[in-house]
């Protein structure tokens, strides 16, 4: 019984062989070619819900940061290109108060530096001439795919003879993109 195993085992193991270093004569091959598609994402931009500015009545300007912003473009072009634009309101007196607003002619918007990520670009201090006019103040192109920019601008508010103290004026600060 043990030849018979052993017969057996060596036509197995030379059976392998062979067919491990040749493929039968009517094998045949395939090949797939594969394409991939992308499909891109979006520009968006994320800024501070709230910054507060805290300055005293005779001193002017009144400067402070917003915080952090930042442009995301996802769309994965081959040559990006968008424009970061940032408008105003006035600084309103609370409702009721009589008091004057703050006009956006009197509200500066600097960038400072930017981060960049994958592109280059601009980046453009602001004076405001209307309310809710947006004006750019960063710009990217060049680099492929994704790319970023980010930045902490100041704002700086000339405060006029006819603020009063202990008020709190409210301005909304915008920021927005388009591709």
């Known amino acids: 019984m043990r030849k018979s195993s052993l017969f057996l085992l060596s036509a ?4 392998a062989a062979l067919l491990g270093t040749a493929l039968p ?3 045949a091959t395939a ?14 931009i994320t800024a501070p819900a709230t910054a507060t500015l805290t300055g005293a009545i005779g001193t002017t300007p009144v400067s402070g940061s917003l915080g952090l912003v930042t442009v ?11 424009v970061a634009s940032v408008s105003t309101t006035d600084f309103v007196a609370p409702v009721g108060s009589g008091l ?15 981060t960049r990520v994958n592109n280059t670009g601009t980046a453009t201090n602001v004076d405001f001439a209307a309310a809710d006019t947006p004006v750019e103040t960063v710009t990217a192109t060049g680099g492929s795919g ?11 508010v000339d405060i006029p003879p ?18």
């Open 72 to 82: 995301t473009d996802t769309q994965g072009l081959e040559a990006p290109s968008w």
């Open 146 to 156: 994704i790319n970023s920019a980010s930045w902490s601008p100041t704002l700086t």
């Open 100 to 114: 004057p607003s703050i006009p956006v002619t009197n509200i500066h918007y600097a960038p400072g530096t930017v």
């Open 25 to 27: 004569a009517n094998a």
């Open 31 to 44: 090949d797939t070619v594969v394409t991939l598609t992308l499909t891109g994402g979006a520009v968006n």
């Open 162 to 179: 006819t603020a009063v103290a202990g008020t709190n004026y409210v301005a909304t600060i915008t920021h927005s993109t388009v591709p």
């Open 12 to 15: 197995a193991a030379a059976a």
